[in-house]
């Protein structure tokens, strides 16, 4: 058996009058992610992870913010084709582990149905999937609630 492990990070800013899509869910905000697709920082913190574990390109390669076609794409649809192209080189996931870093809104009533609409397309049960949440404690750019953040560390196997 083979193991992998890959890193991902994201940052979008945050501003009113944008939804704030989070962890394939949208959140009721006052202010929302801005980004050329649904600007999900959850989903394409993951979807770097697991590209990085697999030793690709990062997200960006694969579905460029230039292009049209990813104009507020659904990143439930991105995460779904990172996951394609891992198991084309005959990767599975094992885990996922996440942390969302932001003020507002609250996420810990939010993160089961996040880990419901995520595990599926990750092809995992919700137990391999961590989704934690912390502030920045007012420190920031994500303390200022001008943006959001997340992390994620997936691990493969072959």
Known sequence: MKLRVGLGYDVHQLAEGYPLYVGGILLESIKGAVGHSDADVL??????????A????????????????????DSKILLSKVVEII????WKINNVDSTLILETPK??????????VLAPILKIDSSELSIKATTSEKLGF???????QAHAVALLIR
Request: glycine share 12%; charged share 25%.
């Open 43 to 52: 989903l394409h913190a993951i979807c770097d992870a697991l590209l990085g």
């Open 54 to 73: 697999a030793g690709k390109k990062d997200i960006g390669f694969y579905f460029p913010n230039t292009a049209q076609e990813f104009k507020n794409i």
């Open 87 to 90: 198991e084309q080189d005959g």
């Open 107 to 116: 996420i810990n009533p939010h993160i089961d149905t996040m880990k419901a």
């Open 142 to 148: 994500v303390g200022e609630e001008r943006g959001i």
